[in-house]
């Protein structure tokens, strides 16, 4: 099992430019959720979703983010436009509700430079 | 205001000597995981223990409940230079059991 994948690693951009990231959860999961992880926030869950569909996006910023999960191995979480407040760590996980309250897997996250 | 809050923030120990980190929470929860994180990766999932439950082992992890303190502690026994990492607790916040709320972490520091 490859486990949770995330594009690209690392992602440096200008304020103003449009950033997609991209995440392949673990085959078979059907829970998909986007994290961010800065040193002031820790890490915060900005969305999720159940079997493509999102659940809940209280988490997300504002409306220059916006996520995506057009089928069952893909997601995208965009943020359009990027601002030098933005930059973080974006982690992407998935889990499985074969078994109730199963662990989330990590992928290895987005380091995300906002300049 | 965070569901987890894990104390110490810090903590530096010499291998061999046994870890314990600490996790509060301040609603009811359905179960409570701790996860590891190595510099530079993801979260990994140690260790979960349902509400119903009072303590649980893994290895050289011992993680214990008490709900009537809202309260978890993790026990690293016998610790290793490879178990320098963060820690955190994760809380669930629905009863789908698949929201989680993460503490701001103990960074454990274990030298050779």
């Known amino acids: 099992d490859a486990g949770v994948i995330q594009s690209p690693r690392h992602e440096v951009t200008e304020m103003g430019q449009e950033v997609t990231l991209r995440c392949k959860p673990i085959s078979g999961h059907d829970y998909l959720f986007w994290y961010r992880q800065t040193m002031m926030r820790g890490l915060e869950l900005l969305i999720y979703?159940?079997?493509?569909?999102?659940?809940?996006d209280s988490g997300m910023p504002e409306d220059r983010f916006s996520a995506k999960m057009p089928n069952a191995s893909f997601s995208t979480l965009k943020i359009q436009p990027s601002e030098p407040r933005d930059s973080a760590v974006y982690f992407c996980?998935?889990?499985?509700?074969?078994?109730?309250?199963?662990?989330?897997?990590f992928g290895n996250g987005t380091r995300l430079t906002v300049t | 205001s965070q569901q987890g809050e894990e104390d110490p923030q810090a903590l530096s120990i010499q291998e061999g000597e046994n870890a314990t980190m600490n996790c509060s929470y301040k609603?009811?929860?359905?179960?409570l995981q701790w996860y590891r994180q190595n510099s530079g990766r993801g979260l990994v999932h140690l260790i979960l223990i349902r509400s119903n439950e009072r303590e649980k082992h893994s290895g050289r992890l011992r993680v214990t409940l008490d709900t009537s303190k809202k309260s978890s502690s993790l026990l690293i026994t016998a610790s290793r230079a490879a178990d320098t990492a963060s820690y955190f607790c994760a809380t669930d916040l629905d009863n789908y059991g698949q929201n989680f709320v993460f503490g701001p972490g103990t960074r454990l520091s274990v030298l050779p």
């Open positions: 979703f159940n079997n493509n569909v999102p659940i809940d």
């Open positions: 996980a998935s889990s499985s509700t074969t078994r109730y309250n199963s662990p989330l897997h």
């Open positions: 609603t009811s929860i359905n179960n």
